[in-house]
């Protein structure tokens, strides 16, 4: 079964510092990894897209690495500002059935003053 | 458009009655997709479409639900007599196709089933 955790559940830093989220899938045959910023109230916005061939991508103070061998991924969140609060979601899809991708439960981050 | 747009943002109803939920996807977008998110859950997967393949409804919890999309662009998601585990925010997004292209996501429906 196609699955896709995530951890920590939350997380709760100060504005400034650094923090590194994970997510650990078992989607097969896999096709692409994608992190995504969901703000309470809004639709997630997607932050990085990486494919087999990819183990790392950067979108601003984001950046997202993959292991295809270990089947994980982390994203790195830099200098954490106030906005960065949010829920981020790691979501695999499989080449087989490649619309019906596996989403995590999401990591809540909170970064306070 | 420059995103993905729903409509109604927010829909108070009672149960028993049936809603219809709209969806707009970007212009070109040939995926689109449905999913529903309750309080301080996951995104749960519904229904997606691609071009004019028939669709993929293995998410739909119950004969209740029903999607459509007309034109290959607009699509509505519909919930037949409402129940009030039916409460949830109804997020929809499209991609330009089916694999590997990102999802992009409209800012979501809240329903509230009373």
């Known amino acids: 079964k196609n699955q896709v955790e995530q951890s920590p559940q939350s997380l709760i830093i100060l504005e400034g510092k650094n923090c590194t989220l994970q997510?650990?899938?078992?989607?097969?045959?896999?096709?692409?990894l994608r992190w995504y910023k969901q703000d309470t109230g809004r639709g997630p916005v997607s932050l990085t897209i990486?494919?087999?061939?990819?183990n790392t991508k950067s979108n601003g103070r984001y950046t997202a690495t993959l292991d295809a061998d270990t089947k994980q991924s982390s994203l790195h969140i830099t200098a954490s500002q106030l906005s960065d609060s949010a829920s981020y979601i790691c979501?695999?899809?499989?080449?087989?059935?490649?619309?019906?991708?596996?989403f995590g439960d999401g990591t809540t981050l909170t970064v306070k003053p | 458009g420059a995103g993905v747009s729903q409509s109604p943002s927010n829909k108070v109803t009672e149960k028993g009655k049936d809603v219809e939920l709209r969806c707009d996807p970007i212009?070109?977008?040939?995926?689109l997709y449905w999913y529903r998110q309750s309080l301080g859950q996951g995104l749960e997967f519904l229904i997606y479409?691609?071009?004019?393949?028939?669709?993929?409804k293995s998410g739909l919890p119950s004969d209740r639900f029903s999607a459509e999309r007309t034109g290959g662009s607009v699509s509505t998601l519909t919930i037949q007599r409402t129940q009030q585990e039916d409460s949830a925010v109804y997020l929809c997004?499209?991609?330009?196709?089916?694999?590997?292209?990102?999802?992009?996501f409209g800012p979501g429906t809240r329903l509230t089933v009373l």
């Open positions: 212009s070109g977008h040939t995926a």
């Open positions: 997004a499209s991609s330009l196709v089916v694999s590997t292209s990102g999802q992009f």
């Open positions: 990486m494919t087999f061939s990819e």
């Open positions: 979501v695999v899809s499989a080449y087989t059935n490649a619309g019906k991708s596996t």
């Open positions: 479409f691609q071009g004019n393949s028939a669709p993929d």
């Open positions: 997510c650990n899938y078992t989607v097969s045959p896999f096709s692409n």
